[in-house]
Nanobody, 116 residues
Framework: QVQLVESGGGVVQAGDSLRLSCAAS????????MAWFRQAPGKERNVVAR????????YYADSVKGRFTISRDNAKSTVYLQMNSLKPEDTAVYYC?????????WGQGTQVTVSS
């Protein structure tokens, strides 16, 4: 059974940093890109950052460029999201995802709340 387990969310103040982790288990994801999405209350789920298998191709949403960094450790089947200079508008549930040729797998989400 495939599982993606996120951790690292919490309540912080504007300007603070958080590091999210997402550990995948249940199968191998060799070659699969991984990504972080977020969903704020009443809004759609949107991609925040995406990374390919080798880690040399990364995409960031304009709203997080220069503040967030995505990385991965394939030996641990884990993807990270380092979030710096957090803003209240970053408040959302953050989800990790893995894309295979057959489907996208989702984690259960972790709440990030940034107070002003």
């Amino acid at each position: 059974q495939v599982q993606l387990v996120e951790s690292g969310g919490g309540v912080v103040q504007a300007g603070d940093s958080l590091r999210l982790s997402c550990a995948a288990s249940g199968r191998t994801f060799t070659g699969s890109p991984m990504a972080w999405f977020r969903q704020a209350p009443g809004k759609e789920r949107n991609v925040v950052a995406r990374i390919n298998w080798s880690g040399d191709n990364k995409y960031y949403a304009d709203s997080v460029k220069g503040r967030f960094t995505i990385s991965r450790d394939n030996a641990k089947s884990t993807v990270y999201l380092q979030m710096n200079s957090l803003k209240p508008e970053d408040t959302a549930v953050y989800y990790c995802a893995v894309d295979t040729s057959a489907r996208r797998y989702w984690g259960q989400g972790t709440q990030v709340t940034v107070s002003s």
